[in-house]
């Protein structure tokens, strides 16, 4: 009869607790069983959109590498999809920069800028957004655009700085502003180092500027 006691007792205290406790742990534990399927699900969906984006990028690579009669219609289709339908895959940024490259070179220069243009104002695609303002600036000095040139060249980051410097130099050089290009090249060659292969070029156009 004791044992049964004891027995009925220790049920007893398991209900109560069950009572006050039970419900609370119910809803942690779903809590955290749709929070991981969510986040499973999740990854699951960002893996399926970038096994799409991929294969645009792809087919964008094989329209700028063989070229064709069509090629700039294919490269356009292909970067237009990646930037308007997955512009958070990192595949839409490079598509970009691929892009302008071979539409540049088939004199498409418009085409070209328009990509640049897209990635220049990516605030979220840092990596990649500064190139895009180097070369857009590159390609504005071309046309002879060079306040517009020189708007992309502002507040460069600090891995951009001696490059955005030397096309800074160019572009106030294009202007006939030789002393300003003088010291964005200083800048430039100060910026880069003795040991980066690009000084010596750098080098070159201040000595010519100079005279020297």
């Known amino acids: 009869m004791a044992y049964d006691l004891e027995e009925q007792e220790k049920l007893d205290a398991i209900k109560a607790w069950w009572a006050r ?9 779903t809590v955290i069983v749709l ?5 499973s699900g999740w990854k699951a969906y960002q893996g399926y959109e970038a096994n799409k984006a991929m294969g645009y990028f792809e087919a964008l690579e094989d329209a700028a590498r063989l070229g064709g009669a069509d090629s700039a219609g294919r490269i356009k289709a292909a970067a237009d999809t990646l930037r308007k339908d997955y512009p958070a895959t990192g595949y839409a940024g490079r598509g970009a920069l691929v892009a302008a490259t071979a539409l540049a070179a088939q004199k498409d220069t418009d085409g070209a800028r328009e990509q640049l243009e897209w990635l220049a104002a990516q605030d979220k695609q840092p990596g990649l957004q500064p190139v895009a303002r180097l070369r857009l600036a590159g390609l504005l000095l071309d046309q002879k655009q060079y306040d517009a040139a020189l708007a992309q060249l502002n507040n460069p980051p600090a891995s951009f700085a001696a490059l955005y410097a030397d096309r800074r130099g160019d572009i106030l050089a294009a202007q006939g502003k030789r002393d300003e290009a003088r010291t964005a090249w200083q800048q430039a060659v100060d910026g880069l180092g003795t040991a980066n292969p690009l000084t010596q070029a750098v080098q070159l156009k201040l000595d010519a500027l100079t005279g020297a």
């Open 21 to 29: 406790w039970g419900t609370l742990l119910l809803g942690v534990a």
């Open 35 to 39: 929070a991981w399927g969510g986040h």
